[in-house]
């Protein structure tokens, strides 16, 4: 039966490349990590997920700083900061959902641009990737659309997608 070997390789190359979407974002991209970039525009622009890495390129002088809300929203440590960087290139894991915030703590560096938030996105990411989590969930029953949708998810409703046609297929 041909077509279903077909559907099966489909399959398998669709859960690779779903287990493979793990991101290393250069913050910043060619600018790097300085003073007088918007990086809340930046962050704007992509989707971070479980398992994704932040790399801070930058000059010496300046420090990537993991901070609360609150210290981040002041540009002040207000007690013992979360994780403290002074070398380039510094690496942060997305190791789990949530928020999570950096300055730098030269003095009026935070407040001239030297800030980052990042929401990172829960499920999907972190699994070993050789098989979807039985418990997803998909945004809707309807198609996905593609381009506009989370990269986990749209990989998940994928792999949903070719299973129901093998179990369609199983049927009949
Ligand atoms: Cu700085």
Same mark, same amino acid.
């Not at 996905?144 to 299973?163: D, L, N």
């Given at each position: ?79 013992? =900061?979360? @994780?403290?960087? %002074?070398?380039?290139?510094? &690496?942060? +894991?997305?190791?789990? $959902?949530? !928020? ?39 945004? =809707?029953? @309807?198609?996905? %659309?593609?381009?506009?949708? &989370?990269? +986990?998810?749209?990989? $998940?409703? !994928? ?14």
């Amino acid at each position: 039966m041909a077509s279903l070997s077909a559907l099966i390789a489909l399959l398998v190359v669709v859960g690779c490349a779903a287990a493979a979407s793990a991101t290393t974002f250069t913050v910043g991209d060619a600018q790097g990590w300085k003073t007088n970039v918007d990086y809340s525009s930046w962050a704007n622009g992509q989707s971070f997920a479980v398992g994704d890495m932040l790399t801070f390129n930058f000059a010496g002088g300046h420090t990537v700083t993991e901070v609360t809300k609150s210290d981040y929203d002041n540009c002040a440590v207000s007690g013992n =900061s979360i @994780s403290d960087t %002074t070398s380039s290139p510094a &690496t942060i +894991g997305l190791t789990a $959902a949530g !928020a999570r915030y950096f300055i730098c703590t030269v003095p009026s560096h935070c407040a001239n641009g030297m800030k980052l938030a990042v929401t990172v996105a829960g499920g999907g990411g972190s699994s070993s990737g050789t098989t979807p989590p039985t418990g997803t969930t998909t945004p =809707s029953p @309807s198609r996905p %659309t593609g381009g506009a949708s &989370t990269r +986990g998810q749209a990989g $998940a409703a !994928a792999v949903a997608a070719a299973a129901g046609v093998l179990v369609k297929l199983a049927l009949f």
